[in-house]
Structure formats: C-alpha cells, structure tokens
C-alpha cells in the first residue's frame, strides 16, 4: 500500500482505507488516516477520500453547504446542487502502530478506532494490553476496554518470581522472616502456585513477562 508522504513521520495506530470502486477497476486510491482521533473525524477523512475517488457512483450531501436548499444555496462545492458524487464502498487494506494487534478488513470502524485509542492513551503499556485483548478477557463494551485492562494488568517483570515475591511482600511482612529462611523461599514455586491456582495470568513481553490478574 502507499505511504501517504505528508504523514509518514505519524507513529500512531494508522489504517489504510481503501475506496472498493477504484480498488475493483484497478486503480489505489485510499488514505491512510490516523485512527487514534475521534469517530466522527475519522468518518469525515473517510468520507472525504470517497469524495474525492476517480470512479465516484453515488450523491452524497455536500459537505460545505449540507444539502442547502439549491434555490438559494450559491456553494461552490456542489453549484447549489446540494448533492456531490461520492464513491460508496470502501475496506481497511492495511494498518500499522496497532503492536501486532490484528485489524481485519471489515472490522467495524468504531471498534477500530477505540482500540487505537486505546493504546494511544496507553502508550508504553499497549504492548500489555495487545497480550489482554487476544486472551479473549475484553467485554463487549468498548468503552470499558481500557479500565478492563488497567484493572487486570498487574505489571511487567522480569520473571514471574519476582512478581510473586512482590506481592507477597505487600501482603506479609517479609522483613520478620530471619533472613536465614528468607533467603530460601522458593519463589518460583510461590509463582507456580499462584498461576496454577487461577490467581494470575502471564503473557511474554516486555523482555520479561506481564502478569494479569485473574480474579477481576
Ligand atoms: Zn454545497
């Protein structure tokens, strides 16, 4: 797919939105537009991109004066028609920014823009939350996605026995312990227990592992 050469510095989730009436008479026409935005903008730079298609094959209200009353309107855009022709049809071709989460053609665009919302907010932790999105955890609604996360992710750590020496050392006051036994409880067993009891769940990343909580 072309890179769109104004926005190629973008690093953001970013599709690419294809116009299916060009695409099936062989020709790119598309944009790649930023995804972490508002819905409403995002429909309005897809909207303008089937506008703006060399095989247009429906009216569509005009953007400018909104479908004026052509009596009176003098918009230039559409000559007082109300109306501009308009490509229809349009798919998701490619995406880039998401962090290996998988955007399928036909993916509903509301959800794909919460989702690169989603890890816009989150930044250094979208990784984690890819990992919590394809354990299948997330509920329907999007809205709810990111506090869904936020409640589940327990941390990354560099191995899981050191997750379960930290939240064990929150929960008892491992400092009481004589450090003649400290020093041989085995914590990766503590780790084991932990995982094979349900508490938590665990996914590699992070050149560690991330730890998400079960039991939210
Ligand atoms: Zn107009």
Redesign the pocket.
């Known amino acids: 797919m072309p890179r769109n050469s104004t926005d190629a510095h973008s690093t953001g989730p970013r599709i690419y939105v294809a116009c299916l009436a060009s695409y099936n008479a062989g020709r790119l026409h598309g944009a790649w537009i930023d995804a972490a935005q508002d819905l409403d903008d995002v429909w309005a730079e897809i909207r303008a991109m089937l506008r703006a298609s060399p095989f247009p094959n429906v009216e569509v209200t ?7 009353d052509p009596q009176v ?1 003098r ?8 109306n ?1 022709p308009s490509a229809e049809e349009w798919a998701i071709h490619d995406h880039e920014g998401f962090e290996g989460l998988k955007i399928d053609e036909y993916e509903a665009i509301d959800r794909v823009v919460q989702l690169a919302n989603v890890l816009d907010n989150l930044g250094t932790e979208a990784e984690a939350f890819v990992a919590w999105w394809h354990n299948g955890t997330a509920g329907k609604d999007p809205d709810a996605w990111e506090d869904e996360f936020r409640e589940a992710y327990r941390g990354t750590y560099r191995t899981i026995a050191d997750y379960a020496e930290e939240v064990l050392g929150e929960t008892y006051d491992l400092d009481s312990i004589p450090p003649l036994l400290a020093g041989h409880i085995d914590w990766d067993g503590v780790a084991r227990e932990l995982e094979t009891g349900g508490d938590i769940w665990t996914a590699d990343g992070g050149d560690g592992v991330l730890v998400f909580d079960n039991t939210v």
């Open positions: 005009c953007p400018d004066c909104e479908g004026a309107s918009c230039e855009t559409c000559k007082g028609r109300g501009v």
